[in-house]
């Protein structure tokens, strides 16, 4: 496919990177060290505790130096990593990856039966995991190759008489932290004491080799392991950076607000870029308590706020979000799972920064597309491929089809992952002839390169031989005043094969199921309006906030 979309790109943005003269991740972190010494690299934003690139730098030399020289794991080991977003998660992470090993990210949330699949398809013999899900890891360490165990609290990055008195708290007044029986396990600050002793060895490492094990999501079918290299994430990086330097001042402080899961890609992945640029991370620990997320988004400047259409959402449904300071924001990003009409529409007369949608995928580290950051409205689009990033729209037989015509997004560029771990039948069946990943996602583009998402084709709800996307249906519904959440999806019909389904968040108790179904009718054709309408309390979610449609289907 012609890159037509190159002509629509914002001046200062360039059609290609240099991927070769690309190092490993260590080598990024040294860089920003360097350059950045003595700015703050990450704050907690729940305690306010901060540390500097120099700090970032010495802290994961130590964990770097127990790993490699107290525990003496050969290059290569995968080591997970199972933490909210606290101070410990960048300093772990950079310490992994500079001592050579491989970062398998673990969602803090799994329950025992996912965690064991996890560790034991990972293969990791070393974990690093927050005393408060410790539990989880001590019912299933027995059945996986784990060998060692860092547990860490969730104080233990305070100062000394704060620390104290926060683990009181936790331990005795909260009783956040359950009961858990692991013998072969030390203390976070015990392993930094012991590497500082150790002292930490450079290791020599090439840019394809593997520096994540990142496990999809797992909505649609068993989590796999996506094998990332340092050259796909850091390649990955730097498309992103060049989007969207020109609308950003390397003069003025740069903050971004770090509220998405460390341990999804998509936040990795923005965190990496400001760790670049030299900026701020402020970790959000938990975005889901939003009247203590919008405290901490009135304490900063912030210049980017990367999130999901769910956060969104819940952050305008909180009055207190309209006190919030937007003068510095800038980039504005949804990504995770499609970024409603609606809710782009209420941010954008809120914050007069117009929410700009990007799409991406755990196979390309993440991000595919991203709209201009020059547009001035919500677009409905996913934008346009980075810079080196090939796409090409398909039918099922693999032909590529004309500008205008429905088909499956496939992609290629050096952020597509090498493949997905010990499944080479798997990596065959997503990947072209032509070396183009396969996305499962129904897209058109028009013809200045603008792609929009139709659907997940495991998603599309057949209809009478009609084909009906999810995406259509909620974007309208959402459109009511009475809405706050919606999540549409097929079920079994003797009469058409599937139909539509509903389920719906209130957000007037006065909405019923009539005025709904007459909403709908005034804005699409009789097979698409929806035939049952269920009223919840919330949506089944992953941890990023995307709405769970399988769980939906097989309750419907």
């Known amino acids: 496919m012609d890159p037509i979309w190159i002509k629509r790109y914002p001046p200062g943005v360039p059609a290609q990177i240099d991927t070769l003269g690309l190092g490993t991740v260590a080598d990024f972190l040294d860089d920003s060290v360097n350059l950045y010494a003595d700015r703050v690299a990450f704050v907690s934003g729940s305690t306010g505790v901060q540390i500097s ?68 398809d990972s293969g990791a013999l070393a974990m690093v995991i927050v005393d408060v899900f410790a539990h989880t890891l001590s019912q299933v360490i027995a059945k996986t190759h784990v060998q060692h165990v860092v547990c860490t609290g969730l104080a233990d990055m305070m100062p000394a008489l704060t620390r104290t008195v926060a683990e009181f708290v936790i331990h005795r007044v909260k009783k956040l932290v359950p009961a858990y029986d692991l013998a072969r396990s030390i203390g976070f600050r015990a392993m930094l004491k012991m590497g500082a002793r150790a002292g930490f060895k450079a290791v020599r490492q090439d840019a394809d080799e593997l520096a994540f094990l990142q496990y999809t999501g797992g909505t649609t079918g068993v989590s796999k392991g996506a094998m990332l290299t340092h050259r796909n994430v850091l390649a990955n990086v730097k498309q992103v950076q060049v989007w969207s330097e020109p609308f950003i001042n390397r003069e003025q402080e740069l903050i971004s607000i770090t509220a998405i899961p460390l341990y999804h890609i998509f936040a990795l992945g923005s965190c990496l870029s400001f760790v670049g640029f030299g900026g701020t991370n402020v970790l959000v620990a938990d975005p889901r308590d939003i009247p203590a997320f919008v405290k901490v988004l009135a304490k900063y400047r912030f210049v980017s706020l990367p999130a999901v259409n769910t956060l969104f959402n819940s952050l305008l449904n909180e009055p207190a979000f309209a006190k919030v300071d937007f003068s510095a924001l800038r980039l504005a990003v949804g990504g995770g799972a499609a970024v409603q009409r609606a809710v782009a529409q209420r941010w954008q007369d809120l914050t007069k920064i117009p929410l700009i949608e990007g799409y991406g995928l755990t196979e390309c580290s993440p991000t595919v597309t991203v709209n201009p950051f020059d547009l001035t409205h919500y677009s409905g689009s996913i934008g346009l491929p ?14 590529e089809l004309p500008i205008g015509q429905a088909g499956e997004l496939c992609v290629r560029g050096p952020q597509v992952m090498r493949g997905y771990w010990q499944r080479p039948g798997e990596t065959a069946a997503v990947m072209t002839a032509d070396g183009f990943l396969r996305t499962g996602d129904v897209a058109v583009m028009d013809e200045e390169g603008f792609i929009k998402i139709v659907d997940r084709l495991k998603d599309m709800i057949l209809v009478s031989g009609f084909n009906v996307y999810p995406n259509e249906i909620e974007d309208v519904v959402m459109s009511h005043p009475g809405v706050l959440e919606v999540a549409a999806v097929g079920q079994r019909s003797e009469a058409t094969g599937e139909a539509v389904k509903l389920f719906v968040v209130k957000r007037s108790p006065a909405l019923t199921e009539h005025m709904l179904v007459n909403h709908c ?36």
Do not use: W
């Open 53 to 120: 690139y120099t700090q970032l730098d010495q802290l994961s030399r130590q964990v770097a130096a127990y790993f490699q020289s107290v525990l003496k794991l050969p290059l290569g080991t995968r080591v997970a990593l199972m933490m909210p977003n606290i101070l410990q998660y960048p300093v772990c992470l950079f310490g992994l990856l500079r001592a050579g090993y491989v970062v398998v990210n673990v969602n803090p949330q799994y329950t025992p039966r996912e965690l064991e699949h996890q560790l034991k």
């Open 386 to 399: 980075l810079p080196s990033t090939e796409v090409s729209i398909r039918d099922t037989d693999g032909r």
């Open 521 to 556: 009718r005034e804005s699409l054709t009789a097979y698409k309006v929806p035939r049952q309408i269920e009223f919840l309390n919330e949506l089944p979610k992953s941890n990023v906030g995307k709405i769970l449609r399988r769980e939906l289907r097989d309750r419907a």
